[in-house]
């Protein structure tokens, strides 16, 4: 049975930085997260950038015991990778032209009264959280999780659907597959083809493919998509308490968030104009005094709260998480 990294992690605080414990630690979190690499150049690579990385986890969780942040890092399956990379491989939502969308509608909920929380995760209109891989297909991931849940509503059944069917088939629709898309166009492809297919009909691959939507394997469908007002959290709380899992786009681009681990993501430097990467609010809710809004993320449930983090609410717009909201009609 393996030592958890959490523990080993421990065991480098204690002991110190000794090539032993560090072999050790490397040597766990490798075989944890079965990473195989190609030549020794490589091996020496990744392990510096895994123990940079360690290292900054080790010291921000000590300032997170003294009470200066409001959430915790760790090892995952990202630890061997810079900001850089990460952001590249797998941050691949392509920024919307606000112009775009003069005339999309978007209902004003606003004048709702709304719930203090809500975790939809609970009412099964959130589907099991996925790992992208390292292809940059999380506009797929976010805006098919928001379509599932307006599915189960509709049939009372919760069906993953294909992501894959969205990397393959909707370039024509403006999306490049790994290389980032568009939440919008993946409602466009939808509504052109009638339809998406489930994730079971077919499934992930982590790569680009050839197009191979069937009509055998249809799960959804939708008519339209709304856009909420641009940067404001109190519409986006309102929708998401009325109706239900919504795509967003945040700042995904600091190493804080590669290697978060739970708790209050609540950074002050996570800039709102500059997001990269799609993911999908389920809920939201106040811990602590705190407002957060709860995400489900598709890296994998190693990674944050088994593949969810919670992002400090009502902070002016953090990270950007009402800059882009979207949700699909059927």
């Not at 986890?57 to 810079?82: E, I, P, W, Y």
Request: glycine residues 10%.
């Amino acid at each position: 049975m393996h030592v958890s990294c959490a523990v080993l992690l421990l065991a480098v605080q204690v002991l110190g930085n000794s090539s032993v414990v560090l072999n050790n630690v490397s040597e766990e979190w490798q075989i944890k997260h079965r990473k195989v690499y190609d030549n020794q150049t490589e091996i020496v690579f990744r392990r510096a950038v895994w123990e940079k990385n360690m290292q900054l986890v080790l010291r921000h969780n000590q300032q997170a015991s003294a009470g200066k942040h409001s959430f915790t890092m760790g090892l995952n399956h990202l630890s061997d990778m810079t900001a850089e990379e990460v952001n590249e491989k797998l941050n691949g939502l392509k920024l919307e032209e606000p112009s775009h969308f003069r005339n999309v509608t978007f209902k004003d909920e606003s004048g709702l009264l709304t719930p203090q929380s809500v975790d939809w995760r609970k009412n099964g209109l959130v589907s099991p959280v996925q790992n992208q891989g390292l292809c940059g297909s999380c506009w797929a991931f976010s805006s098919l999780g928001a379509l599932e849940g307006q599915m189960k509503k509709r049939t009372g059944v919760l069906v993953p659907l294909s992501p894959q069917n969205l990397v393959d088939c909707s370039s024509s629709d403006g999306n490049h597959g790994c290389r980032g898309g568009y939440i919008s166009k993946s409602f466009s492809y939808i509504i052109r083809n009638r339809g998406v297919d489930s994730e079971s009909f077919y499934p992930y691959e982590h790569q680009d493919s050839k197009c191979r939507y069937s009509v055998k394997g249809k799960a959804g469908y939708c008519s339209d998509l709304h856009i909420l007002p641009r940067g404001d959290e109190k519409t986006l709380q309102a929708v998401v308490a009325s109706v239900g899992p919504v795509a967003v786009a945040v700042n995904a681009m600091l190493k804080s968030f590669h290697l978060y681990r739970g708790g209050l993501y609540n950074v002050p430097n996570c800039n709102p104009k500059l997001i990269n990467h799609a993911v999908l609010v389920v809920g939201y809710g106040t811990d602590g005094g705190q407002d957060f809004w709860l995400v489900k993320n598709s890296w994998g449930t190693a990674w944050g709260e088994k593949g969810f983090i919670r992002i400090a609410r009502n902070k002016n717009n953090l990270c950007g998480i009402a800059s882009f909201a979207v949700y699909p009609t059927l």
